[in-house]
């Protein structure tokens, strides 16, 4: 069997990812034959590999972008890595109808510190977070499988917590607007106990105030009446802290360093 007839053994089949072990494999091929085989179908437009020994095949809608979209190979890609995983931060607001402008990056948050790569025309941007275990995810369906998605509650979590990956306080300020009605603050809460850590929820509560979601930010409020706030920064960086003239927000113990406005 041909290289060219395997993968089109797998898209009979609904795969469109393979690994370079599985097809010397099932090929029986050496390693030299193999390389040249794959570098052939790449030359051909027909395979991508994003990562060492990963493959993906373009199917002829696709040839012209150069590969599968990002959400139908990183179930696979994730698997092959061996990593946990979610698609979280802009790429989730999009789905979730809360992204003012389409993500240019499509981010993914995972356990593994990884650099980012282009897959064609796509770039894939990985994330570091060590507790992802924990967080909240959904599935999301794609005409070639499903991906992991972080929840409404994460998603704006990662957001507060990483603006620099969110295009800025007032870029995530604008994505909360949106958003704030998909948002359990049970599941804030049980969050906040997960991470134990109350910064972002204090930066949460402030922005929802900011933007008028009184009842959102009243209940987050009353949920932290056990804890004893700490004076804390809206944004962390140290440019930010020079700045002398900051006002403090009593009911969130926040020293508000950074004008605030929304996009829409």
Known sequence: MKLSEYIEQLQAGGRYT????????????????????????????????????????IPPEYRKAGSL??????????????????????????????AHQKPQIFQVVTNQKR??????????????????????????????GYYLVSS????????????EHGAGINNVLTVLVELAEKIDVKKLL???RITKELAWVQRLGYMLDFIGEKKLSNKLYDGLKNFRLQKRYLLSNDQAKQNKNIKLDKKWQLFVNAKLETDL
């Open 18 to 57: 393979f690994t370079k072990k599985e097809a010397q494999k099932a090929l029986n091929a050496t390693n030299i034959a193999i390389k040249y085989a794959l570098s052939r179908q790449k030359a051909k437009s027909k395979l991508v590999d994003p990562v060492r020994g990963f493959y993906v095949i």
């Open 69 to 98: 979209p990002p959400e139908q190979l990183i179930d696979d890609l994730m698997r092959y890595l061996k990593g946990y995983y979610y698609v979280g931060l802009l790429s989730a607001t999009e789905l979730y109808g809360a």
């Open 115 to 144: 650099r980012d790569i282009s897959c064609g025309s796509f770039k894939i941007s990985f994330i570091t977070k060590l507790n992802i275990k924990q967080m909240m995810i959904q599935q999301f369906k794609t005409p070639r």
């Open 152 to 163: 409404p509650e994460v998603t704006i979590m990662d957001l507060v917590l990483y603006p």
């Open 190 to 192: 049980q969050l906040a």
